[in-house]
């Protein structure tokens, strides 16, 4: 298990991040660029250390904020896949993959079989002869892989494993590196900033925002309960905060945000409260709407992004105040002709609106 709490500070860029796995689980570390996600990879390999802290994996202390208990980097059980895969140009794919192994003075037949293995469960054996430049990038990061857990690593860290590969080449590796991840006995810290990436793979999710963790948890936790905005466009819902003021006999409640007033069923209590809505809740007009919603929006569309695989849902973005996303069928777009710069109504009503705090 991975237990790991620690902070750097780089200029005037202050780091602090707390991080727990469990072996067998993948903790997805998400944010942004500039974030501190590849720092912090590079604290847990031991490239960098922290100002204090520590990191601890199993029953060893990697780092404990003593210069002299610190492990170095070379001596750390650490699988590590950076951005650009590093392998070596002049050597084969076998020779990359067994690296790792004859750095620890191993050889022989041993050696061979271990590779023999790696190479195999990544489905590239018939690669082994060949060196980097003769390889596709899937090919490559398939043998960055193959390297990384030869070695049967405590620890395996991935920093955006699929950020160099084109996006069918990503939709190909994607369910074969979950189904790798899953099947290896360590703890796995994978670095990204794709949300398709954070849900598919990540068992835990921390987010880091500018140095600093602002929430983590299980997908659902963040896709039900989100907590600032970044991670609510980054989990796809529309997320206010506000408090309670007006509360009526019927059960409703009125939220007072910056912007505007939002009717909610009433939760109780006087605190401050997060109210999240989602996109396919959001039902669009080209006129005021009529009927029971409650919650009434306007402004002109500001974005129009189809959704994966096929683009047969559409999300819609409104720069109301504040702004607005729902999400609809490419039918809907075509018939009512949606279109960036129209004026359109956004609505929902108060009983699909999520309150927390």
């Given at each position: 298990?991975?237990?790991?709490?620690?902070?750097?500070?780089?200029?005037?860029?202050?780091?602090?991040?707390?991080?727990?796995?469990g072996r067998?689980?993948?903790?997805?570390?998400?944010?942004?660029?500039?974030?501190?996600?590849?720092?912090?990879?590079?604290?847990?390999?031991?490239?960098?250390?922290?100002?204090?802290?520590?990191?601890?994996i199993g029953?060893?202390?990697?780092?404990?904020?003593?210069?002299?208990?610190?492990?170095?980097?070379?001596?750390?059980?650490?699988?590590?896949?950076?951005?650009?895969?590093?392998?070596?140009?002049?050597?084969?794919?076998?020779?990359?993959?067994?690296?790792?192994?004859?750095?620890?003075?191993?050889?022989?037949?041993?050696?061979?079989?271990?590779?023999?293995?790696?190479?195999?469960?990544?489905?590239?054996?018939?690669?082994?002869?060949?060196?980097?430049?003769?390889?596709?990038?899937?090919?490559?990061?398939?043998?960055?892989?193959?390297?990384?857990?030869?070695?049967?690593?405590?620890?395996?860290?991935?920093?955006?494993?699929?950020?160099?590969?084109?996006?069918?080449?990503?939709?190909?590796?994607?369910?074969?590196?979950?189904?790798?991840?899953?099947?290896?006995?360590?703890?796995?810290?994978?670095?990204?900033?794709?949300?398709?990436?954070?849900?598919?793979?990540?068992?835990?999710?921390?987010?880091?925002?500018?140095?600093?963790?602002?929430?983590?948890?299980?997908?659902?936790?963040?896709?039900?309960?989100?907590?600032?905005?970044?991670?609510?466009?980054?989990?796809?819902?529309?997320?206010?905060?506000?408090?309670?003021?007006?509360?009526?006999?019927?059960?409703?409640?009125?939220?007072?945000?910056?912007?505007?007033?939002?009717?909610?069923?009433?939760?109780?209590?006087?605190?401050?409260?997060?109210?999240?809505?989602?996109?396919?809740?959001?039902?669009?007009?080209?006129?005021?709407?009529?009927?029971?919603?409650?919650?009434?929006?306007?402004?002109?569309?500001?974005?129009?992004?189809?959704?994966?695989?096929?683009?047969?849902?559409?999300?819609?973005?409104?720069?109301?105040?504040?702004?607005?996303?729902?999400?609809?069928?490419?039918?809907?777009?075509?018939?009512?002709?949606?279109?960036?710069?129209?004026?359109?109504?956004?609505?929902?009503?108060?009983?699909?609106?999520v309150t927390?705090?």
């Amino acid at each position: 298990m991975l237990r790991a709490t620690f902070a750097k500070r780089l200029g005037t860029f202050q780091l602090e991040v707390t991080l727990e796995a469990g072996r067998g689980q993948t903790l997805v570390l998400v944010g942004e660029s500039g974030a501190g996600k590849t720092t912090a990879l590079r604290l847990l390999a031991g490239l960098d250390h922290p100002d204090h802290g520590h990191i601890v994996i199993g029953d060893r202390t990697w780092f404990d904020g003593a210069p002299a208990a610190t492990v170095p980097a070379w001596r750390r059980d650490v699988g590590y896949v950076p951005q650009d895969y590093a392998l070596f140009p002049h050597l084969s794919a076998f020779e990359n993959v067994a690296f790792g192994l004859r750095s620890q003075g191993l050889s022989g037949r041993w050696v061979r079989d271990r590779v023999d293995e790696a190479l195999e469960r990544l489905g590239i054996p018939d690669l082994a002869r060949r060196h980097p430049q003769e390889l596709s990038g899937g090919q490559r990061q398939r043998v960055a892989f193959a390297r990384a857990i030869v070695t049967e690593p405590s620890l395996l860290l991935l920093d955006e494993p699929l950020g160099a590969l084109d996006p069918q080449s990503q939709r190909a590796l994607r369910g074969e590196l979950r189904r790798l991840l899953t099947g290896l006995p360590c703890a796995t810290v994978y670095v990204t900033h794709a949300p398709i990436e954070a849900t598919v793979f990540g068992d835990l999710i921390v987010v880091l925002e500018e140095g600093r963790v602002t929430q983590a948890g299980t997908r659902d936790d963040l896709l039900r309960h989100p907590r600032s905005s970044y991670v609510a466009e980054f989990m796809g819902v529309n997320l206010f905060r506000g408090t309670i003021g007006y509360r009526d006999f019927a059960g409703l409640a009125e939220v007072q945000t910056p912007e505007r007033t939002l009717s909610v069923v009433d939760p109780g209590g006087d605190q401050p409260v997060f109210v999240a809505v989602g996109p396919r809740d959001v039902t669009l007009h080209l006129e005021p709407p009529s009927g029971s919603a409650q919650n009434v929006f306007h402004g002109p569309i500001e974005e129009i992004v189809p959704e994966p695989p096929y683009g047969e849902r559409v999300r819609v973005a409104i720069a109301s105040q504040p702004p607005l996303v729902a999400e609809v069928t490419r039918h809907s777009v075509e018939t009512m002709g949606l279109a960036v710069g129209l004026p359109v109504y956004g609505s929902f009503k108060a009983s699909v609106v999520v309150t927390y705090r």
